[in-house]
């Protein structure tokens, strides 16, 4: 499985911005999908996730309510909205997949597209 994330960008706080995952390779449509991000000088944390049938969906605290993550199954993608973005939100972003269980934590991760960056300004 191959994953490419992409529409990070310079943006300001307050305004949104929709990042998207596509999933290429064998069986990529039956992975369970999530984001991560990294922001300058700390860990890797959880952002959110979804299962491949979009029944159980997982946000961490810190994004619930501005966060939205959603599939599109036609397109083997899986976007997360994000809204009233704030300074904090600066990281670079990266989705991950595993074909057996939701990745809530980076090492339940098998797949890892190369990140995207997302910079808020003030």
């Known amino acids: 499985v191959q994953l490419q994330a992409c529409g990070g960008g310079l943006v300001q706080a307050g305004e949104s911005l929709t990042l998207s995952c596509t999933a290429s390779?064998?069986?990529?449509?039956?992975?369970?999908v999530a984001w991560f991000r990294q922001a300058p000088g700390k860990e890797r944390e959880f952002v959110a996730a979804?299962?491949?049938?979009?029944?159980?969906?997982r946000y961490a605290d810190s994004v619930k309510g501005r966060f939205t993550i959603s599939r599109r199954d036609t397109d083997n993608m899986v976007d997360l909205e994000i809204h009233t973005l704030e300074t904090e939100d600066t990281a670079v972003y990266y989705c991950?997949?595993?074909?057996?269980?939701?990745?809530?934590?980076?090492?339940?991760?098998?797949?890892w597209g190369r990140g995207t960056l997302v910079t808020v300004s003030s």
């Open positions: 979804i299962t491949w049938t979009s029944m159980t969906i």
């Open positions: 991950a997949a595993d074909r057996e269980r939701l990745p809530l934590v980076a090492s339940a991760a098998t797949y």
């Open positions: 390779g064998r069986a990529s449509n039956g992975v369970h």
